[in-house]
């Protein structure tokens, strides 16, 4: 613990020190940074296409004694300078677009676990099984992707389904397994990522889910619960325990849960025991979020970087933002929930400041020049995507009928 503490204290000083502003950028649509730092993942605007380009560093000669002074050449605001695009390759068929905010990623192997799906449709005839309201994908794939070539290793088809996509949130990866949760027939699938980069169904995963709500009625009884209620969220803890969230399918559909009163419960494969159940308004529940906040997130026990990734569990500031937090029930739904959101853009710049004593400005980003924008009333939504270790991070910013702005914060 010790060499981590020296690590994050190195990196606390090795930060961005320049931007570059709308540079000269293809026009696509950046996911994210991969945990180890090696791939930018990306996917075109328009066509089903997957795009990923690995980080690289901007590099020019000068003749100045201290190059930080020195103006950067034309070459430096083109996106080219800052990352070497791998290759393209389609996804999905003809009518099938890819979920843009669907990724995840093996580090230990360098696979990526991408999807694509035709359109929802909301009066599909109820099937046998089917829950009645939630609607229906034609066709749900899952790719595996080699992310050093982009040769796609195998896939898994879900027809006449529905599984929430969104930030990943209706599929779960742990070291190699992953649980998918199908809303539509209330079934989750367990399956195994074999290091030959193929999707094999564990056979004891799909079957259990009925015997799951068996134990659960039984369990609730002898707790005095009377909700009625069905999974609408699924993860593993570890290879043998799945935190389960049951409640109202319309919050699984719609993604806004907190009207729709739910619980968890930890259920074990090996044993088919429910061992424990909360409210998700449960101050132990909390409790344990805020104590053991990695055992709900991390993807990978044996992954390099989570360790060096700053959570409730092992860093007492950010402990205290949670603190801080007036409704808990509520926060712990969003906190729970991967939420890479677009913001509302700010003139003001933002600025990161360190917790340790004494609080001093690191360093900040500003969205645009000094002299801003030409329209001061223009709404603008930014993302940010950081990489995870080295100093360097892109703010992309998007106002309605008008090109999309992408600044390079970096380090010189």
């Known amino acids: 613990m010790l060499q981590v ?3 994050r204290k190195f990196y606390e000083n090795l930060v961005p020190t320049c931007t570059l502003y709308d540079i000269d950028c293809p026009d696509i649509s950046f996911r994210k940074f991969t945990e180890d730092g090696k791939y930018l993942i990306s996917f075109s605007r328009n066509h089903p296409e997957l795009i990923v380009c690995r980080p690289s560093w901007l590099s020019f000669s000068c003749k100045c004694k201290d190059s930080d002074y020195c103006a950067l050449p034309p070459k430096a605001q083109r996106f080219d300078s800052f990352f070497t695009q791998l290759y393209t390759i389609s996804l999905g068929a003809t009518n099938e677009l890819i979920c843009k905010d669907f990724f995840l990623y093996l ?10 799906s035709t359109a929802h449709t909301h009066d599909a005839p109820i099937s046998h099984g089917a829950v009645s309201g939630v609607p229906s994908i034609e066709r749900i794939t899952f790719y595996l992707v080699r992310l050093e070539d982009g040769i796609v290793l195998d896939e898994k088809v879900f027809c006449n389904d529905f599984i929430n996509l969104a930030h990943s949130m209706g599929v779960f990866l742990y070291d190699d397994l992953l649980c998918i949760l199908s809303l539509r027939y209330q ?5 195994q990522v074999l290091d030959s980069g193929h999707l094999v169904d564990v056979p004891e995963g799909s079957s259990f889910l009925s015997g ?7 369990y609730i009884f002898r707790k005095h619960w009377n909700e009625e209620a069905d999974p609408t969220l699924v993860q593993f803890l570890d290879r043998h325990h799945l935190l389960i969230k049951f409640g109202s399918v319309d919050g699984g559909v719609s993604r806004s849960t907190d009207q729709h009163p739910s619980f968890f419960a930890v259920y074990n494969m090996e044993t088919t025991e429910i061992i424990t159940f909360y409210q998700n308004s449960a101050e132990e529940l909390y409790y344990l979020f805020e104590q053991f906040y990695d055992h709900f997130h991390v993807s990978s026990r044996t992954s390099l970087h989570a360790k060096f990734t700053s959570s409730h569990s092992n860093n007492i500031h950010v402990l205290d933002q949670l603190w801080l937090s007036k409704n808990k029930a509520s926060s712990f739904s969003q906190l729970i929930s991967a939420a890479d959101r677009h913001r509302h853009s700010t003139e003001h710049p933002i600025k990161f400041i360190s917790r340790r004593q004494p609080n001093i400005l690191k360093f900040k980003i500003k969205l645009g020049p000094e002299e801003g924008s030409s329209d001061a009333h223009a709404k603008r939504i930014s993302s940010f995507l950081f990489h995870p270790y080295l100093p360097l991070a892109m703010s992309i910013q998007q106002t309605f009928m008008q090109p999309t702005v992408v600044n390079i914060h970096f380090r010189r």
Not at 107 to 116: D, H, I, K, P, V
Not at 187 to 191: D, G, T
Not at 212 to 218: G, T
């Open 5 to 7: 503490n020296f690590v």
């Open 187 to 191: 079934a989750i699938h367990i399956l």
């Open 107 to 116: 580090e230990s192997q360098e696979f990526g676990l991408f999807a694509t």
């Open 212 to 218: 799951i709500k068996q134990r659960l009625l039984s």
